[in-house]
């Protein structure tokens, strides 16, 4: 079953704006990531947040995650075409007799148009 | 450093057959994992090996099936083939398992099934 949520769906926008993907989630996490696919290839890990963390940056990257609010958001400033890609939030957590599970979202679709 | 890399990438079977995919992790990665993604239900967990022994299983029928080999490869099976069973399968290993130290998962290309 699908743990986070991520909106919207799809996105296009033009090099050089900036992309914001949100995630929501349902139950309790230890640490949420997000990872990109390009056209039904592998999945590429981007950045880690722990659920202590509220930001991170890496590079044009930036997370940030309200544990409160179960969500968390994906912002990558100065978009590329080299960017078009769909985006994944996963959460990891413990469940049941200590085993940790990553659970993916369904992802956005981004486009960047040159 | 090699990635994960899984044979075969594409892979058309019929109805009733069954199929092995193979997974190599990254050098020194203990942990291996497995994923399903079709278009309708995404990405879903299917299990995970850690020196041999499977440490965590998704919500699938006993038809899917794994093991791992003491140089940390790792193979699944799929018994009896339906049509729903068509996906890009994904393979990620990482260091330790991933409830030990979080440790990201570096994933492979994916192999893809076609059931007809």
């Known amino acids: 079953s699908q743990q986070g949520e991520e909106d919207p769906q799809a996105l296009s926008i033009q090099e050089g704006e900036n992309a914001t993907m949100n995630c929501s989630y349902k139950t309790s996490i230890n640490n949420l990531q997000w990872y990109r696919q390009n056209s039904g290839r592998g999945l590429v890990h981007l950045i880690l947040i722990r659920s202590n963390e509220r930001e991170k940056h890496s590079g044009r990257l930036r997370v940030t995650l309200d544990t409160s609010k179960k969500s968390s958001s994906l912002l990558i400033t100065a978009s590329r075409a080299a960017d078009t890609a769909s985006y994944f939030c996963?959460?990891?957590?413990?469940?049941?007799?200590?085993?940790?599970?990553?659970?993916f979202g369904k992802g956005t679709k981004l486009s960047v148009i040159p | 450093k090699a990635g994960v890399t899984q044979t075969p990438r594409y892979l058309i079977k019929t109805r009733g057959q069954q199929v092995t995919l193979s997974c190599s992790p990254i050098?020194?990665?203990?942990?291996v994992s497995w994923y399903q993604q079709t278009p309708g239900q995404g990405l879903q967990f299917l299990f995970e090996?850690?020196?041999?022994?499977?440490?965590n299983k998704g919500n699938f029928p006993g038809r899917f099936s794994g093991r791992q080999f003491s140089n940390s490869r790792s193979e699944m099976n799929v018994s009896t083939l339906e049509l729903g069973d068509s996906a890009l399968y994904l393979c990620?290993?990482?260091?330790?398992?991933?409830?030990?130290?979080?440790?990201?998962?570096?994933f492979g290309p994916g192999t893809r099934l076609l059931v007809l």
């Open positions: 990620a290993s990482s260091l330790a398992p991933s409830g030990m130290r979080q440790e990201t998962q570096y």
């Open positions: 050098s020194g990665h203990r942990s």
């Open positions: 090996y850690f020196s041999e022994t499977q440490r």
């Open positions: 996963a959460t990891g957590a413990y469940s049941g007799a200590g085993s940790y599970q990553l659970t």
